[in-house]
C-alpha cells in the first residue's frame, strides 16, 4: 500500500502530504501515468514536486512513486546523432511510439537497448582498474570513437573480460572485484545525476582557443576551449544564428546543442542542416559529432529547467574521454523563466523582476561547469560552454544579462541597430569583450603569426577611434572632418563591412582560416598605412577613395577564395598601384 | 453522470471554490447549472486536497453561493470538429453563434493540443505569395510560418490582414485547400463585423472558420478562443490537408485577459503585472504553427498585436518576437504620411525568409536585392537623421543621394493600394530600379555578377526621373 499520494495540484507543481520517504531533488513519479517529476521541496508536512511533464488530468489521491535517486541521465553509445527532450526521452524513438504530438507519460528508454556496438576491449584479466580509466572502445560514428570508463569512485581487479565482438548496451563486457570484494559488472552504459559535476583529475590553465573561423570572434573577441562565453541580443538581432554558425565551425570534437524553450523549427532546421553539412576535416556529416537536447518553447517548463543539466553531464562525459566538447544553450533566459515560474508556484519570495533570489548562484553553478580539465585518466579535454541571452525588451541591464556578465569571460553583445542594417554578426564591438586574449596571445603567436595580435590591437584602435569620431559626424556631418580623420572613417568602414561583417551563406565566407584572417588584416592595414602616406603628400582623400581601392579591399572576402590565400598577396602591389595614379 | 455538487464556497472574481469535492481532475471541464435555467462552463485551475479552484467562462455574474450545481464531466475541454467548420461562426469556447444548429461532429479534440515533436516537423520552405511589396521581398511569408503584425492602435492592421487573406496565393492546388481560421479576441464589434464583411465580399466565407470573443464578452472565454482556433486549424490541416492561415487579434487583449486572470487567482506577478508564465503561455499558442511529416496540409499564423503606446520593449510584442519567427512591424510615421501599408521595413524581419527564397522559390537574385535595400534604408535613416541637425543642404552628395533613394522607396515601393497585387517579378524589379538610383559603389551587398544583371542606371534615372546630382555628371564626364 502506497500511502504518498497527491494532495494539490497548481500547474507542474504538486504536493504530496506528510511524506517522509522523499529526499531533495530526487526523483518521482508521479500519478497513475507515471509522470516524471522531482522533489523540490520538503518541510515536515508537505513534500513540494514539479512534474517534467503536462499535469492535466491528475486528481488529488493519485499515488507518487519514489525512486531514490536523483535525476540521472544514460551515458553511453548511441548519444551521438540522436535528439533528446530535457529528460533525455529520445525524441524519434517517441515519435515511432505516439505520432507526431508528444504524449504524456511516455516511458522510452534514453538510449537504444537492442542495437549492437562493435566493442574493441582495451584490458586484460588482473589489470588494476580505477575510476575514469578506460576500459574498451566503441566506434560511435564515423568521426568519433567512445572510449567506455570505469565509473567515477569505482575502482578493482579486472576478473573477466568479454571478447571482442558485437553487445547490446546492457551487456556485460567486464566483470570487477571491488575493493570491498564485491564482484561488479560493467556494461556499456553508466548513468550520473545531471545535477552533479562529473570528477576531474585537475583544472588546468586556458591557453588554447576555440577556433570558429568567424572573423569576429577568431580575431577580436576570442573563447578559449574550456571557456565560457555569453550572447546577450534583443530578438530578431541573430543569436540562434550565431550559435548555428559556432556549431557548424567551431574546431570542437563534440557539439552539444540545448535548445532550450526555443523555436521547434528551429530544431528541425538544425537537424536538417546539419545532416547536409560535412565537418570540414573529415569530410563526414556534421551530425557525426552533434547532439541535440530539444526543449521547446511548448514542452513542459520544469523539463526546460533539466535540459540545460542534461546537456552539460553529457557534454562532461564526452570530455571525460579526452575529447573537446562544446555545448550551445540557446537561450539560459527561457531556463532562468522557467525558474521564475516554478519559483512563483512555490510563492517564494521574489527578487529582482521575479526571479528568485537564489538566481545568481544558479547561473555559476552552470558556468563553472566548463574549463579545461585534466581527467581521470590523464587525457585532456573541455568543456565550452556559450549561453544565449534573451534579454526582455533588449535591456541589458536586467537580471539574467547582468548576472551571466559575472561568470563568464566572453560577452559577444548583439545590436538591433546593426542588425536592423543587416550587419551579421550583428555583435556590437564596443559593447563586447573576452578576457581570454591575453591567456591566447601565445598561442597566436606561435599558431598563426607573430604579429597577429599586435595588428588585432591596431584595428580595436581604429574602431575606437571611429566610434568617437562618429560622435562629431552625428553633430554636424563628416565632411568638415579634416582628411586624416575621414581617413580613419573610411579605413574604419572597410573593418567593419570587409571584414567584420561575415555572410554566413556565402560559400567562401562562412568559414574563414585563421591564415586568411591574418593576411586580410595585413591588407586593410597596408592600406591604411600607405594612404596615410598619399594624404600627408598633401593630396586630399576624395581622390583616394575615386581609385575605388578602397571597395575593392572591401570586397576581398568574396574575391579570394580559401584554397588561394597567395592572392592576397597580389593586394599590396594593387594598393600601391592604385595610390600611384593620383596625380 | 457524475454527482452534481450543490451549491459554493467562495466566489472570487470569476473563481468559484468549492470544498469537499471527490474525484476531481486537474484542468477538467465543469458545468455549472443555475437556478434560472442557464448553463455555465468552467475549468477546473487549482486542486488542494478536497477544494477545488474552478474559473467560469462566462464570469460569475448572477451566481451565489447556494443558486448553483456543479457537475464536473471527467474530461478536458473539447471542441468537436468536422469538415462542416468551414463557413462557420463560434463564439471564443466553440459554441456556434450563427444560429445554425450544432455542429455534427465527426470526432472531438482536447483544445490544449500536446506538444509538437520536433523530430516529426517539416521546416517550412515553400513560400506564400501575398502580393504587397514590402511583405513579399523583404519578409517573406513561409507556409507553416508564424509571422506577427506588431501595430499600434488606429493603424491599418485589419486592413493589412484582410488584404493578405485576399491576395495570399500558394502555389499549387488553385486555392481549392486553402482555408482560414480567424480567431478575434477582445476586438471591438465593427472590426468583428468588419472582418466578416470583406471575407464576404471576397468571396472567400465558405472557406473560413471564425471564433469570436468580443471585447463585452467573458474574459475567461478569450483565454480560450486562440485554443479552440487552433484546433480547429490544426484538425483541417493535419487531417483534411489543407492549408490554413491563422489569423489571431488580438494578442494584446489575450494577455491583458490572462493578466486579469492570473492577478484573481492570487499569483505572483512577473514584469508589467503579468503572469511570470506569460512566455510559456504565448508559446503553447505560437508553437501550434507549423508543418508535420506525413500531412499534406500546413498551419501559417499571422497573429496581431497591438503594442500599448507603440513600445516594441513591451511585454507582450517582447516576448511574442522572441518565439515568432520574425514580425512586420507597422510605423506610425509612415502611416502619417500616408503610406499603406506602412510597414516599418528596418525592425521587421522574416526568420525563414532565407530558406523559402531564391532560386526554385522566387527569384536567384532575391535574397543579394532584400539585403541590400535594408541596407540603403538603414543608411537612408542615418542620413535623415543627419540632415534634421544640419539640413539637407549641408548633406555630402551621396548621402543626398540616399536622401532621394528614400523618399522614392517609400512613395513606389512601401505604398501601395489597398486592392493592387504585384507579382513576384514586379516586386523585385521595382526594387532593382529603386537601388539602381544609388551610384553602383555604394550597392556592397552585392556580387559583381548579380549588379551587372541587374544594375541599370540610366532606366532607373528616366523611371524616377531623378535630378543627377552635379559631382556624379562631373565624375562621369572626367572618365569619357
Known amino acids: 500500500m502506497n500511502e504518498n499520494v497527491i494532495y494539490s495540484i497548481n500547474g507542474p507543481v504538486v504536493t504530496v502530504k506528510n511524506a517522509s520517504v522523499f529526499s531533495m531533488l530526487e526523483m518521482v513519479y508521479v500519478g497513475h501515468k507515471k509522470l516524471m517529476g522531482e522533489v523540490i521541496s520538503i518541510s515536515r508536512d508537505a513534500t513540494t514536486i514539479q512534474v517534467y511533464e503536462s499535469t492535466t488530468g491528475l486528481q488529488p489521491g493519485e499515488p507518487v512513486y519514489a525512486s531514490h535517486q536523483p535525476i540521472q541521465v544514460t551515458l553511453g553509445p548511441g548519444i551521438l546523432r540522436n535528439i533528446f527532450d530535457g529528460i533525455e526521452r529520445p525524441l524519434r524513438a517517441i515519435a515511432k511510439e505516439s505520432g507526431a504530438f508528444i504524449e504524456t507519460g511516455s516511458a522510452v528508454a534514453p538510449l537504444d537497448e537492442e542495437a549492437l556496438w562493435q566493442v574493441t576491449m582495451k584490458i586484460k584479466v588482473g589489470d588494476k582498474l580505477v575510476g575514469g580509466q578506460i576500459y574498451a572502445t566503441v566506434p560511435e560514428t564515423d568521426l568519433i570513437e567512445h572510449r567506455l570508463m570505469v565509473p567515477p569512485h569505482m575502482s578493482g581487479e579486472v576478473v573477466w573480460v568479454g571478447d571482442n565482438k558485437t553487445y547490446r548496451i546492457h551487456d556485460e563486457v567486464v566483470k570487477l572485484r571491488l575493493d570491498n570484494g564485491d564482484l561488479q559488472a560493467l556494461t556499456l552504459c553508466q548513468k550520473w545525476p545531471i545535477k552533479t559535476a562529473r570528477p576531474v583529475k585537475e583544472r588546468l590553465p586556458i591557453s588554447i582557443p576555440l577556433v570558429t573561423g568567424q572573423r569576429i570572434f577568431d580575431t577580436l573577441f576570442p573563447i578559449a576551449k574550456g571557456g565560457t562565453a555569453a550572447i546577450p541580443g534583443g530578438f530578431g538581432t541573430g543569436k540562434t544564428m550565431t550559435q548555428h554558425q559556432l556549431a557548424k565551425w567551431c574546431d570542437a570534437d563534440i557539439i552539444v546543442y540545448v535548445g532550450c524553450g526555443e523555436r521547434g523549427n528551429e530544431m528541425t532546421q538544425v537537424l536538417e542542416e546539419f545532416s547536409e553539412l560535412v565537418d570540414p576535416k573529415s569530410q563526414k556529416p556534421l551530425t557525426d559529432r552533434t547532439v541535440l537536447i530539444a526543449n521547446t518553447s511548448n514542452m513542459p517548463v520544469a523539463a526546460r529547467e533539466a535540459s540545460i543539466y542534461t546537456g552539460l553531464t553529457l557534454a562532461e562525459y564526452y570530455r571525460d574521454m579526452g575529447y573537446h566538447v562544446a555545448i550551445m544553450a540557446d537561450s539560459t533566459s527561457r531556463w532562468a523563466e522557467a525558474l521564475r515560474e516554478i519559483s512563483g508556484r512555490l510563492e517564494e519570495m521574489p527578487a529582482e523582476e521575479g526571479f528568485p533570489a537564489y538566481l545568481p548562484s544558479r547561473i555559476s553553478q552552470f558556468y563553472e561547469r566548463a574549463g579545461y580539465m585534466k581527467t581521470l585518466n590523464d587525457a585532456e579535454g573541455s568543456v565550452s560552454i556559450i549561453g544565449a541571452v534573451s534579454p526582455q525588451g533588449a535591456d541589458f541591464s536586467e537580471p539574467v544579462t547582468q548576472n551571466t556578465k559575472r561568470f563568464v569571460r566572453c560577452f559577444w553583445a548583439l545590436d538591433k541597430q546593426l542588425a536592423y542594417a543587416r550587419h551579421y554578426f550583428a555583435i556590437n564591438w564596443n559593447e563586447s569583450y573576452s578576457e581570454y586574449v591575453n591567456d591566447l596571445s601565445r598561442w597566436y603567436m606561435r599558431n598563426v603569426d607573430a604579429r597577429f595580435m599586435n595588428c588585432r590591437q591596431q584595428l580595436t584602435a581604429l574602431l575606437a577611434e571611429e566610434t568617437k569620431l562618429m560622435e562629431i559626424v552625428k553633430l554636424i556631418g563628416s565632411d568638415v572632418l579634416p582628411d586624416d580623420q575621414k581617413l580613419v572613417i573610411e579605413i574604419s568602414k572597410v573593418i567593419r563591412v570587409g571584414y567584420l561583417q561575415q555572410n554566413a551563406f556565402h560559400p567562401e565566407d562562412t568559414y574563414v582560416p585563421l591564415a586568411k584572417q591574418m593576411k586580410m588584416m595585413d591588407v586593410i592595414l597596408y592600406l591604411y598605412k600607405q594612404s596615410k602616406k598619399v594624404l600627408s603628400e598633401g593630396k586630399p582623400m576624395s581622390l583616394i577613395l575615386k581609385t575605388g581601392i578602397f571597395d575593392k579591399v572591401i570586397k576581398m572576402k568574396y574575391d579570394v577564395a580559401n584554397n588561394q590565400l597567395e592572392l592576397l598577396d597580389t593586394y599590396m602591389p594593387m594598393i600601391d598601384e592604385a595610390l600611384a595614379q593620383i596625380e | ?480
Open chain 2, 1 to 480: 453522470m457524475g454527482i452534481q455538487y450543490l451549491g459554493l464556497n467562495e466566489i472570487s472574481g470569476p473563481l468559484i471554490f468549492l470544498d469537499q469535492v471527490d474525484d476531481v481532475h486537474y484542468e477538467e471541464m465543469v458545468e455549472l447549472h443555475l437556478d434560472n435555467g442557464e448553463k455555465r462552463l468552467g475549468r477546473v485551475v487549482q486542486l488542494e486536497g478536497k477544494r477545488a479552484v474552478i474559473q467560469v467562462f462566462e464570469g460569475t455574474n448572477g451566481i451565489s453561493l447556494t443558486n448553483v450545481k456543479t457537475l464536473f464531466t471527467g474530461k478536458a475541454m473539447e471542441l468537436p470538429l468536422s469538415k462542416e467548420l468551414l463557413g462557420r461562426v463560434f463564439n471564443g469556447s466553440g459554441q456556434p453563434i450563427d444560429g445554425l444548429g450544432d455542429l455534427y461532429a465527426e470526432k472531438s479534440k482536447d483544445i490544449n493540443g500536446s506538444p509538437l515533436n520536433p523530430v516529426s516537423r517539416v521546416y517550412p520552405r515553400n513560400y506564400i505569395n501575398t502580393g504587397i511589396s514590402s511583405i513579399d521581398a523583404l519578409t517573406t511569408l513561409i507556409r507553416g510560418q508564424k509571422l506577427p503584425i506588431f501595430s499600434g492602435s488606429g493603424m491599418p492592421h485589419n486592413e493589412l490582414a484582410v488584404q493578405l487573406v485576399k491576395q495570399a496565393k500558394i502555389s499549387e492546388g488553385d486555392g481549392k485547400n486553402f482555408g482560414i481560421v480567424f480567431a478575434a479576441m477582445g476586438v471591438k464589434n465593427d472590426v468583428a463585423d468588419y472582418f466578416r464583411r470583406s471575407f464576404e465580399e471576397a468571396g472567400v466565407m465558405d472557406k473560413v472558420v471564425m471564433f469570436i470573443n468580443l471585447s463585452n464578452d467573458p474574459i475567461i472565454e478569450r483565454t480560450l478562443t486562440p485554443r479552440c482556433a487552433l484546433t480547429a486549424a490544426e484538425y483541417l490541416a493535419y487531417e483534411h490537408d489543407m492549408h490554413i492561415l491563422v489569423i489571431l487579434t488580438d494578442i494584446t487583449s489575450y494577455c491583458e485577459a490572462l493578466r486579469e486572470f492570473s492577478s484573481s487567482k492570487g499569483e505572483i506577478p512577473g514584469r508589467k503585472g503579468y503572469p511570470g508564465y506569460l512566455y510559456s503561455d504565448l508559446a503553447s499558442l505560437y508553437e501550434r504553427a507549423g508543418i508535420i511529416q506525413g500531412a499534406k496540409g500546413s498551419v501559417t499564423q499571422i497573429p496581431i498585436l497591438t503594442m500599448p503606446n507603440d513600445d516594441i520593449t513591451h511585454p507582450i510584442p517582447d516576448l511574442t518576437g522572441y518565439i515568432t519567427e520574425g514580425q512586420i512591424v507597422l510605423d506610425r510615421s509612415l502611416n502619417q504620411m500616408g503610406v499603406y501599408p506602412p510597414v516599418g521595413i528596418l525592425p521587421s524581419l522574416s526568420r525563414l525568409m532565407k530558406d523559402g527564397i531564391g532560386e526554385g522559390f522566387t527569384r536567384k537574385d532575391h535574397s543579394a536585392l532584400s539585403n541590400q535595400l535594408f541596407a540603403a534604408y538603414a543608411k537612408v535613416q542615418d542620413a535623415r537623421s543627419l540632415a534634421s541637425v544640419i539640413g539637407e543642404d549641408e548633406l555630402s552628395d551621396v548621402d543626398k543621394q540616399y536622401m532621394s533613394f528614400g523618399a522614392l522607396f517609400e512613395e513606389h515601393f512601401l505604398n501601395q493600394g489597398f486592392q493592387e497585387d504585384r507579382s513576384i517579378q514586379t516586386t523585385l524589379d521595382l526594387g532593382w530600379d529603386l537601388l539602381s538610383v544609388l551610384p553602383r559603389e555604394e550597392l556592397d551587398r552585392v556580387d559583381d555578377e548579380v549588379l551587372d544583371e541587374f544594375y541599370n542606371h540610366e532606366k532607373a534615372v528616366k523611371r524616377f526621373s531623378v535630378k543627377q546630382p552635379e559631382i556624379i555628371k562631373e565624375l562621369a564626364g572626367n572618365e569619357a
